[in-house]
């Protein structure tokens, strides 16, 4: 069973800093692109970052050079580390594990954490 578990969420200053973790079980982590989503409320759920299986990454253009998304495959893990935070960054952050095996895509999601950047 594919588990995605988030955590390092919470509320922070603007300009502040804060470092999300996503611990996966249930897959082969090597094999999978991993992803950072995030949902504003009342709004629909977008890319924040995107980390391959061989380390290339691709970010949305609102978090370039503010963001950096990493992670250990020793470990079954990526993580976000997010810097020079602003109020519009405020949302539930999502894990995301995918990859594409015989035509088919294959997901899982975590279950969220909450960022709130506010003074």
């Known amino acids: 069973q594919v588990q995605l578990v988030e955590s390092g969420g919470g509320l922070v200053q603007p300009g502040g800093s804060l470092r999300l973790s996503c611990a996966a079980s249930g897959i082969i982590f090597g094999l999978y692109t991993m992803g950072w989503y995030r949902q504003a409320p009342g709004k629909q759920r977008d890319l924040v970052a995107t980390i391959t299986s061989g380390g290339n990454t691709n970010y949305a253009d609102s978090v370039k050079g503010r963001f950096t998304i990493s992670r250990d495959n020793g470990k079954n893990t990526v993580s976000l580390e997010m810097n020079s935070l602003k109020p519009e960054d405020t949302a539930v952050y999502y894990c995301?594990?995918?990859?594409?095996?015989?035509?088919?895509?294959?997901?899982?999601w975590g279950q969220g954490t909450q960022v709130t950047v506010s003074s």
């Open positions: 995301k594990a995918a990859r594409t095996s015989w035509g088919r895509t294959l997901e899982s």
